[in-house]
């Protein structure tokens, strides 16, 4: 009959469709085990893997099973953001809340991690937001695992290598004085040519050495890392910046007059001074100041680069000497 017909081409279509999803059901398995990445799918409403491939235990010694009542998170020892400037974060709180609130972009980190034999290795992990199909609304995440230990370790001995050679400040990463003053000069041949004109500012934390004794060290090691970082967001890539010594900061700001310069200085100055350093488990906070010395040339003067930081200094002097927490400016100057 006509009902018997329609009722065995459609077992037969349901037949074929499920042979079909069998297949590729087979074939991402294949490909899930026989990769050296570790797949996975992560529930952030549990914190646990929905779904981890079998690659997981060479990679950390557990088994999918084992993985699974687990929170990742527990074996993390250090987490460095590759999508910010490889960033050190101590805490996940702030970046999950950014991806649950509809934060879709791809998320790439490395992380150090105690395996189940309590070896310590760098991880890669690359992922995108799990949807949820109903509600859109992101309740995890899927990527992969890879060991980069081997990266990490060669990467960390080509900055040692910079670092002995002297161009790299071990604290900050920045340049040192030396290549900075190189690229200084190298500016203002360029502004010559270009004609335009360069700035310079030298900054530096105010009380530094007394924040240290009354504080400690460690203190100072934060301000002067929170200042590096907000010299890095606040300016161009085209912009040069050096650790010079101590607390002090030097930054060049190609083809910028020094009224605009001054803005940008005045309003990194601004963000540091309102910033809090949190010194530990009772949430108490110190803030601290820097002072600032800015000087500028165009093209049509004849000045070296030693020229313009001494300029820059004695303006930083000046700052210093007249209450500090300030920009002390100096119109174009002429050193004919």
Not at 143 to 152: A, E, K, N, Q
Not at 230 to 257: Q, V, Y
Not at 284 to 293: A, D, E, L, R, W
């Amino acid at each position: 009959s006509p009902c018997i017909k329609n009722l065995y081409f459609s077992n037969k279509k349901a037949d074929s469709y499920s042979q079909k999803i069998k297949k590729l059901e087979a074939e991402i398995a294949l490909l899930t085990n026989y990769s050296t990445d570790t797949i996975y799918r992560l529930d952030y409403r549990t914190m646990k893997y929905d779904y981890i491939s079998s690659a997981v235990e060479k990679l950390l010694g557990f088994t999918p099973q084992e993985m699974r009542k687990i929170n990742f998170r527990s074996l993390i020892l250090e987490t460095r953001l590759v999508t910010d400037g490889l960033r050190t974060v101590s805490s996940f709180d702030e970046l999950e809340y950014k991806r649950k609130n509809g934060d879709v972009g791809k998320w790439q980190a490395d992380y150090l991690i105690s395996t189940k034999s309590g070896q310590k290795i760098w991880v890669s992990d690359v992922s995108l937001p799990w949807l949820d199909e109903k509600s859109g609304r992101v309740i995890g995440s899927v990527g992969s695992l890879r060991d980069i230990t081997d990266r990490v370790k060669m990467e960390n001995d080509l900055l040692s290598n910079f670092e002995k050679a002297g161009t790299l400040d071990s604290l900050t990463g920045l340049i040192s004085k030396q290549v900075f003053f190189n690229e200084v000069e190298y500016e203002l041949k360029r502004i010559k040519r270009n004609k335009t004109e360069v700035s310079m500012v030298l900054i530096d934390i105010d009380g530094l050495a007394q924040l240290n004794h009354e504080i400690g060290s460690f203190f100072g090691d934060k301000a002067i890392l929170r200042v590096t970082d907000n010299l890095k967001k606040s300016l161009r890539e085209t912009d040069i910046i050096a650790r010079i010594d101590g607390g002090t900061f030097a930054a060049l700001l190609p083809e910028t007059a020094v009224r605009t310069a001054f803005n940008v200085v005045e309003r990194i100055r601004e963000n540091i001074s309102a910033a809090e350093i949190k010194l530990g488990g009772d949430n108490t906070g110190v803030k601290f100041n820097v002072s600032c010395g800015l000087a500028s040339s165009s093209f049509i003067e004849n000045i070296t680069a030693t020229d313009l930081y001494k300029l820059a200094d004695n303006r930083l002097s000046l700052a210093k000497r007249t209450g500090r927490s300030q920009v002390a400016i100096e119109e174009i100057l002429s050193l004919h």
